[in-house]
């Protein structure tokens, strides 16, 4: 097998001496980003300072290792094929003394390392080496759990198909590189298949996620979702805008790609996702250099019907306002929205009904679906600090539908909304010369239910009304002066005189 070298340039020569200044954390230096084995040969030209980003992953009180973590740098062996785990780690100088130890992580997690001291199945911290500075795994040797003074060769490890296991290489002062060697290992590491999976989705989602069976290389993932392609079961694509590593942003490596799409497969629909090259020229990439076969059904999944109910907001409104929209958590049916508004019910506080004169979708026009939904209603809840939209039958038959075709339960209370209280501001002068200017008796706050009476000075009736709408123009009344009453739905009222100008 081809040997491949990695080299990571961190210390200067100057004078001809090396100095070492401090070092940025690599990823490599925690346990959840180690370098995948590829049974080659890693060379480090210069020492790993520090402990990375996630120090003490290792505890000396169940771990060989007395210095604990310190400039580390991991890495990891997925075992394709069964055999002995053979390792030489050789310093540049010989005076540097590195230590190692090799833990089971295949049924454990990199945070599982200083909690169980079972998971460490082979640790050498001599300081002993034959040639000096070298240590590792030789044939006949014995197992070194922690004596000094004792061999710094442990016996191979035996591995089995399947198994993964983590290598930490530590050194309390290191002065120069080194280098770690696995080709001597009959155990074969490197690219099990690729196995994914995804959960079930409701039939309105845009977006899965993809879980994979080992690590992918984030830079592998085509940002722009072209690395993959949805079809449902008739043989509809659905381009994918959008994917993402999950864990991308913390490390070079993810398990779960968040992927998003435009429209979706329907209910009860089963479609499938498949892999191809993407913008950047390739598939999804494993650790040791894999790739996926342009084409391969990564996972099959069932779109379910109904799985997330609806949820509404509205933003509070202010005094005089007669409309306001109201957004759905999920994509609403224009077709299933009545135009007269009859699909709502309002409520305020005192329990005073108010019907809606109109129902629009915001996006209506240029689509099928919408999420937000303008309505218009009949008076204003004048005295009422807060009022509900229910949903109801409108008359076209039906309540709101959302895109899976379920339709939202007649009476359901679609959102609570905090209204600004305003008192009525009542003029007290009208010139009803239909000059468009102060033609009639508006009332700024008038909800459209309240009762009006108008008297002339004998104490006469001349206007009556149980719900006034703002439109008396001093019909059949004189020039002169007058008397209201306007009593609100709380059983409040106003009084006062209303001059007319003809």
């Not at 169940?62 to 094929?81: A, G, H, P, Q, R």
């Not at 983590?166 to 290191?174: G, M």
Request: aromatic share 8%.
């Amino acid at each position: 097998m081809k040997k491949a070298q990695i080299s990571l340039v961190l210390s200067f020569l100057i004078w001809g001496t090396t100095f070492l200044f401090a070092q940025s954390p690599k990823p490599e230096q925690d346990c959840i980003n180690a370098i995948p084995v590829c049974n080659t040969v890693y060379t480090f030209p210069t020492p790993y300072l520090g402990a990375g980003n996630l120090p003490n992953e290792i505890s000396n009180t169940i771990n060989c290792i007395l210095s604990e973590e310190s400039n580390s740098v991991w890495f990891k062996m997925d075992v394709l094929t069964g055999g002995k785990i053979n390792l030489t780690i050789t310093p540049k100088q010989i005076q540097d003394d590195y230590d190692w130890s090799v833990f089971n992580l295949t049924n454990a997690t990199c945070a599982d390392i200083a909690k169980i001291s079972s998971l460490s199945v082979s640790c050498n911290n001599s300081q002993m080496g034959l040639p000096p500075g070298i240590t590792g795994t030789m044939l006949g040797s014995g197992q070194n759990q922690g004596d000094q003074h004792s061999s710094p060769f442990n016996s191979p490890i035996s591995a089995l198909a399947g198994e993964t296991y983590l290598l930490v290489v530590t050194s309390s002062q290191p002065t120069d590189g080194f280098q770690v060697d696995f080709t001597k290992s009959t155990a074969i590491f490197g690219s099990l298949p690729f196995q994914f999976s995804a959960t079930n989705v409701d039939c309105a989602s845009d977006s899965i996620v993809l879980s994979a069976s080992k690590n992918i290389m984030c830079s592998s993932i085509a940002t722009d979702g072209s690395d993959f392609i949805v079809v449902d079961g008739d043989g509809n694509t659905y381009p994918v805008t959008m994917s993402k590593g999950k864990s991308c942003s913390a490390g070079l490596t993810t398990r779960d790609v968040v992927i998003k799409f435009t429209g979706h497969p329907g209910k009860n629909t089963t479609f499938t996702i498949k892999v191809k090259k993407g913008s950047d020229g390739n598939t999804l990439q494993d650790e040791c250099g894999g790739f996926i076969a342009d084409g391969a059904t990564l996972a099959t999944i069932n779109a379910i019907s109904g799985a997330i109910p609806f949820q509404f907001t509205a933003t509070d409104v202010s005094c005089n306002h007669d409309s306001m929209t109201i957004t759905a958590s999920r994509n609403i049916v224009c077709s299933s929205i009545a135009g007269d508004g009859s699909d709502f019910l309002i409520t305020d506080a005192e329990g005073n009904t108010y019907n809606t004169s109109m129902g629009k979708g915001k996006t209506c026009s240029s689509g099928a679906l919408t999420k937000d939904v303008l309505i218009k209603f009949i008076g204003y809840p004048l005295n009422s600090a807060a009022f509900t939209i229910h949903a109801k039958k409108g008359t076209d038959g039906n309540t709101l539908k959302d895109e899976c075709g379920n339709f939202i339960a007649e009476g359901t209370k679609l959102t609570l909304v905090n209204t600004e209280k305003c008192p009525a501001d009542i003029p007290n002068v009208i010139t009803p010369n239909h000059d468009g200017i102060n033609d009639t008796f508006k009332i700024t706050g008038n909800d459209g239910v309240s009762k009006l009476k108008i008297f002339n000075r004998w104490g006469e009736i001349v206007f009556e009304t149980t719900a006034y709408k703002n439109d008396w123009d001093g019909a059949n009344a004189s020039a002169g002066v007058y008397y209201y009453i306007y009593e609100m739905p709380n059983g409040k009222s106003k009084t006062g005189t209303l001059t007319i100008i003809r």
